[in-house]
Structures are given as structure tokens and as C-alpha cells.
Nanobody, 125 residues
Framework: QVQLVESGGGLAQNGGSLRLSCAVS????????MAWFRQDLGKGLEIVCG???????YYADSVKGRFTISRDFAGNTTYLQMNSLKPEDTAVYYC???????????????????WGQGTQVTVSS
């Protein structure tokens, strides 16, 4: 059973930085694809970025150039480095994982079977 545990959320100032971590256990980590989603109050869950098992990345236009997704060599931990944070980045962030044949980033929330518990990111203006 794949388990995801997130950490690293918190409060940041406008223009500040935060790094989220997602520890993956119970899987063949190097073959698993990862993604970060977020959900603000009253809004739907949206994909922020993703990293396929082959190393392909995807970033939503709203975070391109500011956020970076990466993983450690063993594939056990995935990171989301968030720079130049804006108040509109405020949301609960979730990491998600699954195994796909597709070597590109799968973007649909319903395609991911494994989810972390979520971590709050709040950016003050």
C-alpha cells in the first residue's frame, strides 16, 4: 500500500518561499509518477505541477517560473519548491501519486489513487 506523508506548509510573506515535501513509502518509488494539487476555500482541486516516472514535468501557467517539482535519487521523497509566493497561492496543497504507462504528466485528479493528507500554505499580502 502506497502511503504519502506531506510536510513543510505554513505561513509565508508575499514574495517569500516555502518548500513542501512528500515522503513516499510502500511502493516501487522510482516508477511512480507524482503531482501536487491545491485547493483553496470554495474552489475546486487544481493541479499545480507534476513529475512523471520518466522525468517529464508539467507546471500550471499560474506557477510556471516560480515553482519547481523534484525528487530525490531514490524517489522516496518529492519536493515542491515555491518561490515568489503570492497571496493567490494560498491553499491546501496535496501530493498525489500513481503508476501510469504514460510517460507524460497525467493531470486529472481522478487518475491518482494515492494522496497525502494535505498541508496548508498561507501567503500574507
Amino acid at each position: 500500500q502506497v502511503q504519502l506523508v506531506e510536510s513543510g506548509g505554513g505561513l509565508a510573506q508575499n514574495g517569500g518561499s516555502l518548500r513542501l515535501s512528500c515522503a513516499v513509502s510502500g511502493s516501487a518509488s522510482s516508477w511512480i509518477s507524482m503531482a501536487w494539487f491545491r485547493q483553496d476555500l470554495g474552489k475546486g482541486l487544481e493541479i499545480v505541477c507534476g513529475l512523471s516516472w520518466r522525468g517529464t514535468t508539467y507546471y500550471a501557467d499560474s506557477v510556471k517560473g516560480r515553482f519547481t517539482i523534484s525528487r530525490d535519487f531514490a524517489g522516496n521523497t518529492t519536493y515542491l519548491q515555491m518561490n515568489s509566493l503570492k497571496p493567490e497561492d494560498t491553499a491546501v496543497y496535496y501530493c498525489a501519486a500513481d503508476y501510469f504507462w504514460d510517460c507524460t504528466v497525467v493531470r486529472g485528479r481522478i487518475d491518482y489513487d494515492y494522496w497525502g493528507q494535505g498541508t496548508q500554505v498561507t501567503v500574507s499580502s
